[in-house]
């Protein structure tokens, strides 16, 4: 067996003199395997490998050592100690067991400083020029954070490294470490402040590059947050609003860094609503300015606004005259027709109608709802006839209104307002209106900018009687059932199975 044994290592050593480059890295993890203490020469070999000069094999060496320290090197229950945090005075030197403990020991100490040397010549190959190699460099600092708990790694030094590559000159890099970030997160979920705060120190770095602080707010906006991490939310949203101000103030904001800071404030919002302190909240000169994004900036981001200003009003019980106002001109906007965001849009109004206790409003935006379904596309007209289904299910009364009568007149006989004279009368009559009651517009006002006095109470609903003679036959069913008082029952998604590509598909 000795004999043997000898006849192996000679010819491991052969292999590390002469051998191809795959075969040394294969016989180097061999000897580590087998007795790390007295094989830290094949460790240092494989360290001196990871080196941005040697393309190959400093691939080749960081997924051996990987693999070394995960498996092999690495105690999955404590930390690496240095030599000198050891109990030296508690230990007989001169006794066999002693002395193999400081040999243990001093091996320890001295892997520890082996794998702080790795992650640092990790850091070294991640700023290479060639993106193969940065991408290796930091998938293998994402696999040594989950590799084993959190608790056995210097978790900062990691992180600081991992995150800071959020800032790379190659976009696939970037959005690969966002993509790693958030695995990281979901694979460990007791990190996610930790990383959270190590992303917050980067996107407030003085002089860093907007494209680091876009992947930064990426990453953020993608984070899983669960019910009891209240104070995770209301943290994220706070860092949210203060960078949306700051960038307002700069004059920098731009709509791609705008609609990722809506889509985290808007996932986050929910969560940090738990548990909340009275009296927190989105400050009034925050809302004023979220107010103005929806005037000015382009229909997706207005969306997502509005949905945000939906979440913030509905929180406090106070969906105010200016929120429907927003929405009510949204709903008209041409821009629906080819925006990303249909479904996010119609699900906010629904929203919004459900909520709202004002039977002349409802009635005014769904007024509009029908007024739009006759230009816009037969796969959003039928989205929209299905929202008035559904909001028609909650407010029946709207039905049983002379309003939705497709024989009702557009100016009313009662009510008070142009009353029942004769038009062809040719004495005049006047009648003073009492002081102490508002006065009632004349007619359906269609461009209002307030949906409460824009009369949609005294018009009929004659955009049913046209959209049952749509051409498109799913369109002009919709509207009849909506005519008729019947509910409209359809359980797909009509903005995706009405669209023209869909039909195509059929023909094929």
């Known amino acids: 067996e000795s004999r043997s044994r000898s006849s192996e290592m000679r010819w491991v050593q052969t292999v590390i003199s002469k051998g191809v480059l795959a075969d040394k890295v294969a016989a180097h993890t061999l000897l580590i395997q087998e007795s790390p203490v ?12 990871v080196t941005p000069k040697g393309k190959k094999e400093c691939v080749m060496a960081i997924d051996a050592l990987r693999d070394l320290f995960l498996s092999d090197l690495l105690r999955p229950d404590e930390k690496l100690k240095a030599f000198s945090q050891r109990p030296l005075e508690d230990v007989n030197a001169s006794d066999i067991v002693g002395a193999r403990k400081l040999l243990l020991w001093h091996f320890e ?116 947050l669960s019910d009891d991490e209240g104070p995770l939310a209301r943290k994220l949203v706070s860092l949210y609003f203060d960078f949306f101000k700051r960038c307002v103030q700069k004059a920098q904001a731009d709509s791609r860094t705008l609609r990722v800071l809506l889509t985290g404030v808007n996932r986050a919002f ?13 400050p009034d000169d925050q809302l004023d300015l979220m107010f103005r994004l929806v005037h000015l900036m382009d229909f997706n981001i207005a969306t997502q606004t509005l949905m945000l200003l939906f979440q913030v009003m509905d929180a406090k019980s106070s969906l105010s005259d200016r929120f429907y106002g927003a929405l009510y001109r949204k709903s008209l906007d041409p821009a629906l027709e080819h925006s990303t965001q249909q479904t ?12 709202d206790e004002e039977d002349r409003r409802v009635k005014a935006f769904l007024k509009r709802v029908l007024q739009a379904c006759l230009y816009q596309t037969p796969h959003l007209a039928c989205g929209m006839l299905v929202l008035v289904s559904e909001v028609l299910k909650i407010r029946p009364k709207l039905l049983e209104t002379r309003s939705f009568d497709a024989t009702a007149q557009d100016a009313p006989s009662t009510n008070g307002i142009a009353g029942d004279a004769d038009d062809d009368s040719e004495d005049e009559h006047y009648e003073d209106a009492p002081d102490d009651s508002p006065r009632a517009p004349r007619g359906y006002k269609p461009l209002a ?24 036959p799913t369109v002009a069913l919709f509207a009849s059932r909506v005519l008729s008082g019947r509910p409209v029952a359809y359980p797909g998604d009509p903005l995706q199975d009405f669209t023209l590509s869909r039909f195509l598909d059929r023909c094929v």
């Not at 007295?38 to 490998?49: C, E, I, P, R, V």
């Not at 900018?449 to 498109?472: D, F, I, T």
Request: net charge positive; glycine share 4%; aromatic share 8%.
């Open 270 to 282: 929910p969560y940090a609503r738990a548990g909340a302190p009275e009296g927190t909240g989105v």
């Open 449 to 472: 900018r307030n949906p409460l006095y824009c009369g949609a109470e005294h018009s009929a609903a004659w955009e049913l009687r046209h959209l049952s003679q749509h051409h498109h």
């Open 344 to 355: 996010l849009f119609l699900n906010l109004l629904y929203r919004a109608l459900k909520r």
């Open 38 to 49: 007295h094989n830290t020469a094949s460790l240092d070999a494989l360290l001196a490998m």
């Open 109 to 224: 100490d001295t892997l520890k400083q082996k794998y702080t040397s790795f992650l640092q010549s990790l850091e070294t190959v991640s700023f290479d020029q060639v993106e193969k190699l940065k991408m290796r460099a930091v998938t293998c600092m994402f696999h040594m954070l989950t590799g084993a708990s959190p608790l056995l790694f210097p978790l900062q030094l990691l992180l600081q490294r991992l995150v800071n590559k959020l800032g790379d000159r190659a976009h696939a890099v970037s959005s690969r470490v966002a993509h790693l970030l958030s695995q990281l997160t979901n694979h460990h979920p007791l990190i996610k402040p930790s990383v959270v705060a190590e992303v917050e120190r980067l996107i407030y770095r003085p002089n860093v590059a907007a494209k680091a602080q876009y992947y930064a707010l990426c990453f953020l906006s993608q984070l899983l």
